[in-house]
């Protein structure tokens, strides 16, 4: 059995199953377990693979053909150029989350304050305080699980955030430049109709929110004027189609220059909004 010959058979495998990007997949996998690089697999694709590598490429393939995903099996999300360690349990950093971060960072200065709420593997905060100079970030979850993956997280990547359990803002205090997040959005009587990968695998109170997915943006729009300063800016990331609810929810609490933020693949992603000096 040839390295080519393995990942030809892992693709099948997992295309058979209904895999999406079953060929990335397989690829991955491939790597993870053999410790090589796509390009040595790619120029050495006629080399014998060893037996042990094989037997360990089927394993994860059978994991990932259940459903299991990805990230859980490798133990690894990249995330805005960065690897964070994914664990069961914590809501999977995700590709669509990155536009969040990178509109934030066309404002958030060196040395700003700034408080992830729902903060989970803390992918968000994390890419902040590592790409911008001496940001003071602060990270909320309720779940211990998520607060202990942003700890190794944090530690992983060099940066030392200020780590609250808290039901939303009941255990913040002081003020902040920005508040990014992104809570969870799901209405719950969607939630059983979502990927085996999702519903399955990622932990329901990051996913539910609520009879009409906006329980967690009333939370914030109402809040969060307390915990900024003036002046000081929202980003919360939304679903495709919740962008005039949110933004209606935060205009009404009486933040101003509320935007709607489509994503490059021209879904609605982010709301993003301006507190008012009049709100207290």
Request: proline letters at 3%.
């Amino acid at each position: 059995m040839t390295f080519e010959e393995a990942y030809r058979s892992g693709v099948e495998k997992l295309k058979d199953s209904g895999i999406q990007d079953s060929d990335i997949d397989a690829r991955l996998l491939l790597e993870f377990v053999s410790g090589k690089d796509r390009t040595f697999i790619l120029v050495h694709g006629s080399d014998e693979i060893e037996e042990k590598v094989y037997n360990d490429y089927k394993e994860v393939l059978e994991q990932r053909a259940s459903h299991i995903p990805l990230q859980h099996i490798t133990h690894t999300a990249d995330f805005m150029g960065l690897e964070f360690e994914a664990r069961p349990n914590v809501l999977i950093p995700r590709f669509d989350t990155e536009f969040l971060v990178e509109e934030a960072m066309r404002y958030v200065e060196d040395g700003s304050k700034v408080l992830d709420m729902c903060t989970g593997s803390g992918c968000i905060l994390l890419s902040l305080m590592k790409y911008k100079n001496d940001i003071k970030g602060t990270a909320v979850d309720l779940s211990d699980d998520a607060l202990a993956l942003t700890r190794y997280n944090a530690e992983k990547l060099g940066v030392s955030p200020e780590i609250i359990k808290s039901s939303m803002f009941e255990n913040v205090e002081g003020e902040f430049d920005y508040i990014v997040s992104n809570p969870p959005y799901i209405p719950s009587n969607v939630i059983e109709g979502l990927a085996s990968e999702v519903k399955d695998h990622d932990p329901r109170m990051a996913l539910d929110g609520g009879d009409d997915g906006l329980e967690f943006y009333r939370i914030i729009a109402n809040e969060a004027g307390k915990y900024l300063v003036p002046e000081g800016r929202i980003f919360v990331e939304i679903g495709y189609d919740q962008g005039d609810a949110v933004k209606a929810l935060f205009e009404a609490a009486g933040f101003i220059e509320v935007e709607v933020l489509k994503d490059y693949a021209g879904n609605e992603r982010v709301v993003k909004c301006l507190k008012n000096w009049k709100i207290r």
